[in-house]
């Protein structure tokens, strides 16, 4: 049976007369990537700010790797990995020295393990901290979360400033983690990072979690978009009363259309034409997200 990392039970967590959190039950899997994802306020930073002591809940447990944070903390942080969403540090060192100082904080992180980091990623350690991008700061964030090989990362904004390739070396990177039996909790705004990355995602909505499924749950519960070409001319009759069809557009040889669950009886009605080209596409994870929300295309998403 699959152990929990992470387990919440009622979290609830108010600011005055804000309340960030209503009631959170939340529970993170070893050996997977949770995507952790909602619309600005909606209470994820507060979240993981509670399962390392930073913040303290209203009311409500959370347990992380078997582990009270309020008073085991001092023993939870040596397993852990955390990267926060603002990254600041003292700039007048060198990225080496201050990842160099972090290791000996942990009891020692072999000289050639930062080095193998910093090349994957490609930070130069010689360079002090102040004179580097936010992009660069960044890298050496990631690399002092993931250099001691924590049994959980906790990441927030963990890709923030980084380009496209080096995404892709950190999707890379958290599968490593999971293929050796370790956890990554992570919130993203970056939707292409969360889809390529997650084993399940969360989404959570002023403070409660509304959906966690797994990314090829939630493409299968959504509606998508087909286009069909055919060898001649055809009418809209035969596809209106299709189950799942809607939005049906036909002009000349084109069908457009959205279709919601399965595409066995659409089929069955396109096999009565000569159809030249098919095309079905899955709605990637921000129109996923937009369709639980029900919010438009401009709608703001961040994590």
Do not use: W
Request: a negative charge; hydrophobic letters at 40%; charged letters at 25%.
């Amino acid at each position: 049976m699959t152990e929990t990392v992470i387990v919440t039970q009622g979290l609830t967590k108010a600011y005055g007369h804000t309340q960030a959190l209503r009631g959170l039950d939340l529970e993170v899997r070893q050996g997977e990537v949770f995507g952790f994802l909602g619309p600005n306020g909606s209470g994820k930073t507060t979240t993981i700010r509670i399962l390392l002591d930073l913040i303290r809940a209203s009311s409500g447990t959370a347990t992380v790797l078997g582990l009270d944070p309020r008073h085991d903390g001092v023993a939870l942080r040596r397993r852990l990995g955390y990267l926060e969403g603002d990254f600041v540090v003292d700039g007048r060192q060198t990225a080496g020295e201050l990842l160099r100082y972090l290791g000996h904080l942990r009891g020692g992180v072999p000289p050639a393990r930062i080095t193998e980091l910093s090349e994957r990623l490609g930070l130069e350690l010689d360079r002090k901290i102040k004179t580097l991008s936010k992009g660069n700061r960044q890298k050496v964030g990631l690399i002092q979360a993931f250099m001691h090989e924590p049994e959980l990362l906790i990441l927030d904004e963990p890709t923030s400033g980084l380009d496209p390739f080096l995404q892709q070396e950190f999707t890379a990177m958290t599968r490593e983690v999971t293929a050796e039996g370790r956890t990554v909790f992570m919130s993203s705004h970056v939707m292409s990072e969360v889809q390529k990355t997650s084993d399940r995602v969360g989404i959570l909505r002023d403070g409660v979690l509304t959906s966690v499924d797994t990314v090829e749950s939630l493409r299968a519960s959504t509606t998508r978009r087909v286009e069909v070409h055919f060898d001649r001319e055809v009418g809209p009759e035969a596809f209106a009363d299709v189950p799942g069809v809607s939005e049906l557009s036909v002009s000349g040889a084109l069908l457009r259309c959205r279709l919601d669950g399965p595409a066995d009886a659409l089929l069955k009605v396109l096999a009565a034409h000569t159809v030249v080209s098919l095309t079905s596409v899955e709605p990637d994870l921000e129109e996923l997200f937009m369709d639980r929300y029900g919010q438009g295309p401009d709608a703001e998403v961040s994590a």
